[in-house]
């Protein structure tokens, strides 16, 4: 299949006796949107850049539409980046900026004209193709290095953290922006970041990486509803977790003895193993009703604590002076306070379990 | 900021400005109104005469000439250099600057009779040119114009590379980077980034090591001897051995416009860089 825009395999990296990347595969399919997520330290970077030929690695290859660009110089590669700082040219203005590449390759100046045109109307920069870099907004100096990252009509684009240096409202708005920008050119792109809300919202699917290796590649929702490891759990939104050792499984259903009782989930485990039971806190229910819920996942708790967060609420459980388990609703049944004992219930594909214990 | 700061710090400068019009431009004054000022009053004739003269042309054009050489030589070494010493880090960096540092601190006098050793007939460098083939056989490099301009290079090189070093180190090592993801390669990259990045960098050494070439004494004294006369030498020969005040005055009032010229040139050029970016 030649599908694969970007085909990385067995990707290793060392510095000194650092392990920074151990043995990635990685494979894009074309007009895909990617994110490399992850915490600081886990490689993300590492691999971007052995992916732009800015670094090389100590093993394996990089592929870009089935060619081996392993030994390639970066010149020669065809994949555009925008940098975390942008790293605009401070010498040249917006329109010399994004003819840069350009003026590399034998192109005619009016194919060149033309061309930064294109690009500075496709980020609405137009009006300012002839401002000097020095006193751009982040905003329109982000749009800047996409413009010109894109005139040299790449094969795959990289950007690495692109949002970091852009305020909060500002970043929501650039996000929505640049997915529009290259939904319209429809390039291949790879996102370097370690805020898991610009991965879901920006991606088709996330690489969570860890410790120099992809734990999970997936959708965004898969990422967020079937993590693959603890790792991802933790890393990609809150859960709320319960310990608990396996008991036997019937009829498909697995029993689950935890400090709130028994608890059902899907997978099998050998009896007598160490989990943890872990729940999305918007995917469980609450109820104030004196009859136990019908649901597989039941138990009791008090409520200790009303977080209020703007959209949202946290709501804080606890059982007998045992683990905090956190809810999150968007409003508070009526009559429920501090203090209340509340049925807490959620489903059986809500319940994930992971081998060992809590923490 | 409040209007009057920068008056303010104006003031930390006045020290210096006062020493430097006491010790410097008085006696500078004096010097070019004695080359006006004649026994019969304001007169121009000592530069009529001076510049009548082809021997004094071919003074003015050995000076310049020889600076430009020595500027040259010192740019081609000293630019790599400054790249080096930008791209280096922690201790091998502390040692590269304190072994560019360190030679200011000995006499010019002293590294001129060292570079009469090195030059002679039998020096390291004419022995090295036989051993390698590129000599049949020993030459007196001592008393050349080669001569000169090596010991000049090697003497004001950190005056090239200092500036130089300091504005390499400012620049953003990215956007290396993002000219080459640009398909930029590595030769149109130095024309198009490099080399205008580092222009005021570039701009300044040059200025400060051709003023400084323009008006060494002791380096041509000793390395080339009284044959190839520049101006400060005839200044100094004009004072010294010629008792000719006027003279001296003379040549030393053009040597010191033609350095003021290359200085103002060099800020304009500067400055016209900065309105442009």
Same mark, same amino acid.
């Given at each position: 299949?030649?599908?694969?825009?970007?085909?990385?395999?067995?990707?290793?990296?060392?510095?000194?006796?650092?392990?920074?990347?151990?043995?990635?595969?990685?494979?894009?399919?074309?007009?895909?949107?990617?994110?490399?997520?992850?915490?600081?330290?886990?490689?993300?970077?590492?691999?971007?850049?052995?992916?732009?030929?800015?670094?090389?690695?100590?093993?394996?290859?990089?592929?870009?539409?089935?060619?081996?660009?392993?030994?390639?110089?970066?010149?020669?590669?065809?994949?555009?980046?925008?940098?975390?700082?942008?790293?605009?040219?401070?010498?040249?203005?917006?329109?010399?900026?994004?003819?840069?590449?350009?003026?590399?390759?034998?192109?005619?100046?009016?194919?060149?004209?033309? $061309?930064? +045109? /294109?690009?500075? @109307?496709?980020?609405?920069?137009?009006?300012? %193709?002839?401002?000097?870099?020095?006193?751009? &907004? #982040?905003?329109?100096?982000?749009?800047?290095?996409?413009?010109?990252?894109?005139?040299?009509?790449?094969?795959?684009?990289?950007?690495?953290?692109?949002?970091?240096?852009?305020?909060?409202?500002?970043?929501?708005?650039?996000?929505?922006?640049?997915?529009?920008?290259?939904?319209?050119?429809?390039?291949?792109?790879?996102?370097?970041?370690?805020?898991?809300?610009?991965?879901?919202?920006?991606?088709?699917?996330?690489?969570?990486?860890?410790?120099?290796?992809?734990?999970?590649?997936?959708?965004?929702?898969?990422?967020?509803?079937?993590?693959?490891?603890?790792?991802?759990?933790?890393?990609?939104?809150?859960?709320?977790?319960?310990?608990? $050792?396996? +008991? /036997?499984?019937? @009829?498909?259903?697995?029993?689950?003895?935890? %400090?709130?009782?028994?608890?059902?989930?899907? &997978? #099998?485990?050998?009896?007598?193993?160490?989990?943890?039971?872990?729940?999305?806190?918007?995917?469980?229910?609450?109820?104030?009703?004196?009859?136990?819920?019908?649901?597989?996942?039941?138990?009791?708790?008090?409520?200790?604590?009303?977080?209020?967060?703007?959209?949202?609420?946290?709501?804080?459980?606890?059982?007998?002076?045992?683990?905090?388990?956190?809810?999150?609703?968007?409003?508070?049944?009526?009559?429920?306070?501090?203090?209340?004992?509340?049925?807490?219930?959620?489903?059986?594909?809500?319940?994930?379990?992971?081998?060992?214990?809590?923490? | 900021?409040?209007?009057?700061?920068?008056?303010?710090?104006?003031?930390?400068?006045?020290?210096?400005?006062?020493?430097?019009?006491?010790?410097?431009?008085?006696?500078?004054?004096?010097?070019?109104?004695?080359?006006?000022?004649?026994?019969?009053?304001?007169?121009?004739?000592?530069?009529?005469?001076?510049?009548?003269?082809?021997?004094?042309?071919?003074?003015?054009?050995?000076?310049?000439?020889?600076?430009?050489?020595?500027?040259?030589?010192?740019?081609?070494?000293?630019?790599?250099?400054?790249?080096?010493?930008?791209?280096?880090?922690?201790?091998?960096?502390?040692?590269?600057?304190?072994?560019?540092?360190?030679?200011?601190?000995?006499?010019?006098?002293?590294?001129?009779?060292?570079?009469?050793?090195?030059?002679?007939?039998?020096?390291?460098?004419?022995?090295?040119?036989?051993?390698?083939?590129?000599?049949?056989?020993?030459?007196?490099?001592?008393?050349?114009?080669?001569?000169?301009?090596?010991?000049?290079?090697?003497?004001?090189?950190?005056?090239?590379?200092?500036?130089?070093?300091?504005?390499?180190?400012?620049?953003?090592?990215?956007?290396?980077?993002?000219?080459?993801?640009?398909?930029?390669?590595?030769?149109?990259?130095?024309?198009?980034?490099?080399?205008?990045?580092?222009?005021?960098?570039?701009?300044?050494?040059?200025?400060?090591?051709?003023?400084?070439?323009?008006?060494?004494?002791?380096?041509?004294?000793?390395?080339?001897?009284?044959?190839?006369?520049?101006?400060?030498?005839?200044?100094?020969?004009?004072?010294?051995?010629?008792?000719?005040?006027?003279?001296?005055?003379?040549?030393?009032?053009?040597?010191?416009?033609?350095?003021?010229?290359?200085?103002?040139?060099?800020?304009?050029?500067?400055?016209?860089?900065?309105?442009?970016?």
């Amino acid at each position: 299949m030649q599908n694969s825009v970007l085909e990385v395999a067995g990707a290793e990296k060392a510095f000194g006796s650092t392990t920074v990347l151990s043995g990635v595969d990685l494979a894009v399919e074309n007009g895909e949107f990617i994110s490399l997520l992850g915490p600081s330290g886990c490689g993300k970077t590492t691999l971007l850049r052995i992916v732009a030929g800015l670094l090389s690695a100590d093993r394996g290859t990089v592929k870009l539409s089935g060619a081996d660009i392993t030994g390639l110089p970066t010149h020669m590669r065809g994949v555009g980046v925008v940098f975390q700082n942008y790293a605009l040219f401070p010498h040249l203005t917006v329109a010399q900026n994004v003819a840069f590449g350009l003026k590399a390759q034998q192109i005619s100046a009016g194919d060149i004209r033309a $061309t930064v +045109a /294109k690009y500075l @109307d496709l980020v609405q920069l137009t009006s300012m %193709a002839d401002r000097p870099i020095r006193g751009l &907004s #982040g905003g329109q100096q982000q749009r800047v290095a996409v413009a010109r990252a894109l005139a040299v009509s790449p094969k795959l684009l990289l950007l690495d953290e692109p949002f970091s240096a852009l305020d909060r409202k500002l970043r929501e708005l650039m996000q929505i922006e640049l997915k529009r920008i290259l939904r319209e050119v429809g390039i291949t792109t790879v996102l370097v970041t370690h805020d898991q809300e610009e991965a879901l919202v920006m991606s088709d699917r996330i690489a969570v990486m860890n410790k120099g290796a992809i734990e999970q590649f997936a959708a965004p929702g898969l990422i967020y509803q079937k993590p693959a490891s603890r790792f991802v759990l933790d890393f990609v939104g809150h859960s709320t977790r319960i310990a608990g $050792t396996t +008991a /036997k499984t019937t @009829d498909g259903l697995l029993a689950i003895e935890t %400090a709130f009782g028994t608890l059902h989930a899907q &997978s #099998g485990y050998i009896p007598g193993s160490p989990v943890t039971v872990a729940i999305r806190p918007e995917r469980i229910s609450m109820s104030m009703a004196q009859e136990t819920p019908p649901s597989v996942n039941v138990l009791s708790a008090r409520l200790t604590d009303i977080i209020f967060q703007g959209s949202k609420y946290h709501l804080l459980f606890e059982n007998q002076g045992d683990s905090h388990l956190l809810v999150e609703a968007g409003r508070i049944p009526e009559g429920m306070a501090v203090g209340a004992n509340v049925h807490l219930h959620w489903s059986l594909e809500d319940t994930l379990v992971f081998p060992g214990a809590q923490e | 900021m409040s209007d009057r700061t920068p008056d303010r710090v104006a003031l930390l400068a006045l020290p210096a400005l006062v020493y430097m019009v006491i010790v410097f431009a008085i006696p500078v004054m004096v010097l070019i109104g004695r080359s006006f000022f004649g026994p019969s009053g304001l007169s121009v004739t000592p530069y009529i005469d001076f510049l009548s003269d082809g021997f004094n042309w071919r003074v003015i054009f050995n000076t310049l000439r020889t600076a430009a050489l020595t500027t040259l030589v010192c740019l081609v070494i000293g630019y790599p250099t400054a790249l080096a010493l930008s791209w280096s880090k922690g201790f091998v960096q502390a040692i590269m600057l304190v072994a560019i540092i360190l030679p200011l601190s000995v006499g010019v006098i002293v590294k001129a009779f060292a570079w009469q050793i090195v030059l002679r007939r039998d020096g390291i460098v004419a022995s090295l040119l036989m051993a390698t083939g590129v000599w049949d056989e020993p030459k007196l490099l001592l008393f050349t114009e080669t001569g000169l301009v090596l010991g000049a290079a090697n003497i004001f090189l950190p005056f090239m590379i200092l500036p130089i070093y300091s504005v390499l180190k400012l620049i953003d090592p990215s956007l290396q980077h993002a000219a080459a993801t640009l398909g930029a390669p590595p030769v149109y990259r130095f024309f198009r980034l490099s080399l205008p990045l580092a222009a005021s960098g570039i701009i300044s050494g040059c200025s400060i090591v051709f003023s400084l070439a323009t008006s060494m004494y002791v380096i041509p004294s000793l390395l080339i001897g009284d044959r190839y006369q520049t101006l400060p030498t005839l200044t100094a020969r004009a004072f010294l051995l010629m008792r000719n005040e006027r003279l001296g005055s003379t040549t030393a009032t053009i040597l010191l416009f033609l350095t003021i010229a290359i200085v103002m040139l060099t800020a304009w050029l500067v400055r016209r860089r900065e309105v442009q970016t």
